[in-house]
């Protein structure tokens, strides 16, 4: 069983505010994902990170930022909120050291921005 | 670029048995993966193939066909439970990222 979790689970805020979606995992994974997914539909990579003070943009444009300062936290953080980012953000993490690499997913955080 | 096509939507029946089906293109190929992903929720791992055939896990078997670039997921004695959204999921060549299809949401029917 994965040990992955995200907080908060739910969030309502305003235009313009700043946020700061958390993810840890304590799997000592190396690697780990931020995707974002609107209801019904496919998921979409936004940033990823293949260990300590790497980052990377995924395949979507996105207007938020990530750091990953220790292995087993990668927060993702938006600095003026806007309805257009909506959506749910999952969080998943691998460790390719099995052979058989398998993301394993947080439970989400689902944002309203108002 | 890179390709998952999934049906969008099927619909089975109780005890029945059902096959989704993946077709991928993407730039190299270094594992496919099927995750269950119930309403509302994150998606779980149900299987891996990295090699041509198939690979049996209870009530689930995934399918692989590198040559074709085509997967399946078989489910069989299909339960209510079984009704959510599969994801198709491919690994790309330097196994750094994996691409996601667009999801098959499977309705059981009583």
């Known amino acids: 069983e994965a040990d992955i979790y995200q907080t908060p689970r739910y969030l309502v805020i305003g235009t313009g505010k700043k946020i700061t979606l958390e993810c840890s995992q304590t799997?000592?994974?190396?690697?780990m994902y931020w995707y974002q997914q609107d209801p019904g539909m496919e998921l979409h990579l936004i940033h990823y990170?293949?260990?300590?003070?790497?980052?990377e943009k995924g395949d979507l444009s996105s207007e938020s930022t990530v750091s990953r300062i220790r292995t087993e936290h990668f927060p993702l953080t938006l600095e003026s909120a806007r309805p257009s980012h909506t959506s749910q953000y999952l969080c998943?993490?691998?460790?390719?050291?099995?052979?058989?690499?398998?993301?394993?997913f947080g439970p989400g955080t689902r944002l309203l921005v108002l | 670029g890179q390709n998952i096509d999934q049906p969008t939507e099927m619909t089975a029946t109780e005890g029945a048995i059902v096959q989704i089906n993946c077709t991928y293109q993407t730039s190299g190929f270094n594992g496919l993966f099927w995750y269950q992903q119930h309403a509302g929720e994150a998606p779980t791992f149900l299987s891996y193939n990295v090699l041509d055939g198939l690979e049996e896990k209870g009530r689930f078997s995934s399918f692989l066909s590198r040559s074709k670039g085509y997967s399946y997921l078989l489910l069989k004695e299909l339960q209510m439970k079984d009704s959510a959204s599969y994801l198709c999921a491919v690994r790309d060549n330097y196994g750094q990222n994996f691409v996601f299809g667009p999801g098959t949401r499977l309705s059981v029917l009583p």
């Open positions: 990170s293949y260990g300590v003070n790497s980052t």
């Open positions: 998943a993490s691998s460790d390719d050291n099995t052979g058989q690499e398998t993301q394993y």
């Open positions: 799997m000592g994974h190396d690697k």
